[in-house]
């Protein structure tokens, strides 16, 4: 299968539920004025680790659409869907947008980055060795 790699997002941002994998920043959310058939879902101008099935034509209520359902490219639940294509033009400010389930998705914990690691000139790093606490004036005297 071989190996996944996982973007990260800095701020905040929106995960998938169950194994909190970054899907989106904040900022992208469209609008939460959309449904599904599992209830509430929000509309995004872009979403990362994603993976997207294949494209299906689906009746929904604003007529018909060619859509992808996306899955979480970390633990594969389904999360919603992209816009492939719509044959209503006043549906077409959808295409290449994404449909995230609210049922699926959380608010990402803000990223807390770890603090530098400290120099090895900081005075207050532990010595990495006993000779290392040891001045070599000290020490000389005993060669």
């Known amino acids: 299968m ?3 790699f996982v973007e990260h997002i800095t701020g905040k941002a929106y995960c998938c539920k169950y194994c909190h994998t ?3 920043k904040v900022e992208e959310l469209l609008s939460k004025q959309f ?5 509430p879902a929000w509309l995004f101008g872009q979403v990362i680790n994603v993976v997207p099935g294949p494209k299906e034509e689906r009746l929904m209520t604003t007529g018909m659409h060619v859509v992808s359902d996306i899955s979480c490219t970390k633990c594969c639940a389904l ?3 992209k816009y492939e294509a719509a044959h209503e033009d ?3 400010y959808k295409v290449g947008r994404f449909i995230l389930e609210r049922a699926h998705v959380a608010e990402a914990a803000p990223a807390v980055l770890p603090p530098p690691p400290r120099g090895r000139l900081d ?3 532990p010595p990495l060795s006993f000779f ?7 020490d ?3 060669f």
């Not at 449904?35 to 209830?39: A, P, Q, R």
């Not at 290392?132 to 004036?137: A, N």
């Open 90 to 92: 006043s549906q077409k």
């Open 132 to 138: 290392d606490s040891h001045s070599s004036d000290v």
């Open 35 to 39: 449904h599904s058939k599992n209830g």
């Open 79 to 81: 999360l919603g869907w």
């Open 140 to 142: 000389d005297h005993y």
């Open 2 to 4: 071989g190996r996944v």
């Open 123 to 125: 005075s207050s790093a």
């Open 22 to 24: 970054h899907l989106a």
